[in-house]
Each structure stands twice: as structure tokens, then as C-alpha cells.
């Protein structure tokens, strides 16, 4: 299968998964309330994410031109470089809205179009920023995809069977803990590869112990309450218990460390960028860049900005929506505030 | 309390074990010594020279299983070396691998000391401050402070510290480093402050969140009916309760202060052991990576057991048994 039709099919299945999540949610009172509320609360936010989400799917959504020149193969172009002209690269360095080159001031092909400028290989930057929008989404999407279903199917069993495999999984747990998170991503890396796939596991890794450590405590917990004795006494199996009474208590919680899992994975690669084992398009990558640029004379601070202002833009969001979906979901918050 | 601190060494240790267990597996099972070899060597380097080269780091025995001696295997000798603090050298270079963390340890304390002993009191005044105006817009104000501080990435602090302060101020060199006691506080100022600047955020709103559950707490009540003012509640009655849980943040920190800080020191030049973790990187140096791993890991356990410790000493109320 060629590159850009498994990235399409991964960005189609993404979205699906997320959508299918959404439709779920719907359809239980509680958290449809929650989410109201949390839109209610964070209008702003949500719209950001949303845009970002928006960017990222016309970013991961590629297709060659039917109408090749006959002999060449034409490169695939996301939907997102289509809203772009096709030959939108310049030779170099531009400032914003400029007419002419920022090295030697020759004419460029564009002038006045870029606006935000292009980069050192004459990229328009704004629409590296908007595709950037891909790799932090499915830096936090892809690994939260590998890491929470495992982290459960690993978790509750051992905080609801308990003995030799609550042992063993606990044991799992802490030696991983106990390796410092940025020093076992590099080792992960480093030794596994460069790639976005490797990165997503060795990040999946990493927050793989928060949301096990997160299940199996609170499996332990809800294992002992009342209505889960009151569906062993009516006779209902070990597995109807663990998927239709534990495991759907457990998604408040899943949600809330997602969300605030999320902004913390996409720093991470911003972290890997920088130290070159992250993902190619990142922004992380486009401010690693940017380094030298701060060092020339007259400064090159579009390139930086653009990309800086991206990943803020997004991560405060989500922090932000992370706070309202703790406040409004955690049992344990609506106490502390009535 | 013997009983419990032995309990506690073992489960420790045995954690040690399965963390060296996890490394080989990822350095040793993962990628082949064969790889590791070409990546030192070069791609088109002759199989003798891997051999070679192979047999120089002991990476030419059998991996697991060895019938004629069972310990003379690569696991066998992971475990002792990394054991016996024996560390060999460098993939890369051939350097001894401990000369190099006997000479980071000094350049990353110089960095991580000064921003430890100012970050905390700071992050802790900072935070009693907003608590003690809790359920105001002071409060909410502050709480929006931190989110937006802890939304941006830790390398924008670093560029924008350089620029600002390093290049267009002037007031410190922009990176480098100079163990002299005359130079040494004008190389590690800058970093010192960007480190400051990137941490507060998050520590400051975790403080807080402390001290606005402690401040809801009955005794606080009864202090305030005796006709105890704000500030003698925050200090006398908030402030002291509130070290338990501030104790268990703080002292698992402790021991990182001698790995130091991998970006700030990359970035600025420190020759510490985070950058060192930077050039083993760079380098594909598996077997100092696999060092700093353990250590950070053997760092780890030390701190959670000095915690709980710590616990003990601070909170009469907990007994370890």
C-alpha cells in the first residue's frame, strides 16, 4: 500500500473512532450533560481545537492529480496544500506579505502572497504551521489509541482478579514508573527508531503507566462497592461485571487523563523535535529551525512565531478544556465546590 | 519500622532488577549489537571490523543462553557490570563512561542546586499568596496565569531567553560554561532563570490546589473562631499542614538534582550529564544511554524511599509497619 493511502486510511479511521466516541457519549445522560456543560463553559477553546482538528484531517487527506504530465509521477497533495497554489515555494528566506527575497532581494514567484513568510527552503510557513496541526494531533491521538485500550485490558483484570496477576502487573507498572519519563522515551527512541509510528509507541509507553496505574486503582476500588456485590449475588458472570459494570465507571476518569495526557504528549514530541528524534512536520521541528534564525542579523522571527503561537494556541486550549472536563466530570470536584 | 524499611529495599531492588531487565531486552533483544556496531562503525564498514569491534564491548557472546558457561552471557554481564557500578565505555568514543558522569556531576549541580533552592520557595510563596485570596478574581486571575505559563513549550522559554536576555539585553552570555568560582554565576544565571520561568507554572498551581484544601479544613475554622487573623492562618495553621503533601513532591526530586537538566544543558552549554544524554543520543551511544537510564531509575527508587521516610518524620500520625 503506498504512504499517503495508509496515512489516509489512518486519518479516516481516527476521525471515525472519534465520531463513534462522540455518538456514544450521546447517548448517556450524564455525559452528554458533561459535555454540555464543558462546551458551555469553554466556547473559545473548543472552537481552537476544533479549527486544529479541522486543519489536521485536510493535512492528512492526500491525493495524486489525475492529470499528470504523462512520464512523471505526481507527488499526492493533502486537501489542506490544495488550498494553496501548487508551485507555492520560493527559493528562500521571505518576510511576510514581502515582494522580494529576504537574502538578495530577488523577485519571488509570489509576491505579497506569503503571509507569513517562507522559511530557509522557501516554504510558506503558514501552511506548514496549519499541517503542523496534523502531527500534534495524532501525536496525541495515535498514542492515547495504542495506550488506553491496553492500559485497560492490562489494568482492570489485575486491580479485579487481584493476586499473581495484579503482582505481576504492578510490578510492570512501577519498574516502568521508575525509569525517568524523558529518559525512557530517548532510550525507547533511540533504540526502536526514528519515525512517527516509533515515536507514538515510545510516547505510548510512557503514558501507558498513568492510565494503568489509573485503572487498576480504581478497578480495586469499585470492585468492593455495593452495586458490583449486587450483580455477583443476581448472578451475573465475571466478564458482564468487569465490561458492563466496571469498565464504563472507569471512563470519567479515562477522559479526564486523556485530556490532560493530551497536551503533554504533544510537549514531548516538541522535546523529541528538538533533540532530532521527533516527527517530520512538526512544529517542534519547525522551532528546532528557528534556533539558528534568532542568531542572524537582521532576525528571522516569522518562521519561530508562527509555529510557537500554533503549539501554544492548542495546548492552552486543551488545557483549558482539561480543567472543564475534570471539574465537570471528577465526582470529587463537584464535591469540593458544594 | 525495620521490617517495613527491609520490605521496602527489596521491593526497591527488585525494581532495579526489572528496569535492567526492560533495558536489555530494548538495547540488547531489540537492536542487535550487529546494528549498534554498524552505526559506530559506518554502514559500509568490513565484518571483521564489527567483529572487532564487537568483541571490544563484549558484545560478541550469546545473548541469553550459554550452555558451556552459563554466565558468560550479555545479560549475565549487563547485570553485573550495571551492578557493580561498572559502567565500561562509550559506544561512541571509547571514552570510560564513568569519567564522563564524575565530570558532569559538577556542572549539573551548579545548574540544578541554584534552581531547586530559589524554584521552590518562590513556587511556594507564590502559590500561599493566591491561596490566601481563594474564590476571588485574584485567585482565578493567578490560576489563568499558570495554565498559560505551563501551555508553552519549555523550548520557547529557552529561545526566548537567549534572544531576549542573552542577545538584545546583554545582561548574560547567551550559553557557555566556566566551573571558575569568579564566572560561574554569570554562565549559569540565564539558564538558572529560564528553568525558573518554565517550571513555575505548573508548581505554583499545584501548591495552590494544596493549600485551598487545607485551607477548607476544620482546624482552619476553629483557628479563625479563636480570632486568629488571615496571615497567621496561612502561615501558623495552613502552611505547616500543607508540608506532608508538599514533602512527598519535593523529596523524590532531590536525587534528579544530580542528573541535571537535559535541555537546559544542552542549550546552554552546561557539560552535564544531561548533556551527555544528548551527545549519547547524537551519537547512538546505546551504552551510555543505558547508564543514565539505570541510574535515573536507581535515583528514582532512592527518592520514593526517602519519601516515605520523610513521611514518617513529618506526619506523627503515620506509622510504617
Known sequence: MEAHVAQNAVAVGLAAGGAALALAARRSLLWREG???????RPLALAVIAFFVAMALLASISWRDAAAAPGTLAVPRSALDRLFPADFQERSYSAPLAAVEFYGGAPLRHPGRHLLGTDILGRDVLQLALGGARVALLVGGLTSLIAIPLALLVGVPAGYFGGRLDDAVFFAISTLASMPSILLLIALVTAIGRGTVQVCVALAVT???????LARGET??????DYVQAARALGASEARIVLRHIVPNLGHLVAITFVLTFSQLVLSEALLSWL???IDGSWGQMIDQARDELSRDPVIAWNLAAASTALFALILAVNRV??????????????ERS | MAAYLLRRLAWGGATVLGVLAFLFLLFFVYAKPEDVARRALGEKAPPEAIAQWRANHGYDKPAVWNPSHPFDTMLADHYRRMLGFDFGNSDADDVPIAKRLRQGVGPSLSLTLPLFALGLPLALALALLVAFFRE???DRAGVVACVLAMSVSMLIYILGGQYLIGKLLRWFPISGFDASPALIARFVALPVLVGLLAGIGSDVRFYRAVFVEEASRDYVRTARAKGAGDGRVMARHVLPNAGIPILTNVVVEIPFLFTGSILLESFFGIPGLGSITVDAINAN???TLRVMVFLGALL???????TDLAYTLADPRVRLE
Open chain 2, 285 to 287: 551511544d546505546f551504552a
Open chain 1, 35 to 41: 459535555l454540555r456543560e464543558v462546551a458551555r463553559r
Open chain 1, 276 to 278: 532530532g528524534i521527533g
Open chain 2, 136 to 138: 476571588t478574581y485574584i
Open chain 1, 207 to 213: 503514558s501507558w503507566v498513568h492510565f494503568a496505574r
Open chain 1, 322 to 335: 482539561g480543567d472543564a472536563v475534570r471539574d465537570v466530570l471528577d465526582p470529587r470536584t463537584l464535591r
Open chain 1, 220 to 225: 480495586l476500588k469499585l470492585r468492593e462497592l
Open chain 2, 300 to 306: 528514582f527508587v532512592a527518592g520514593q524511599i526517602a
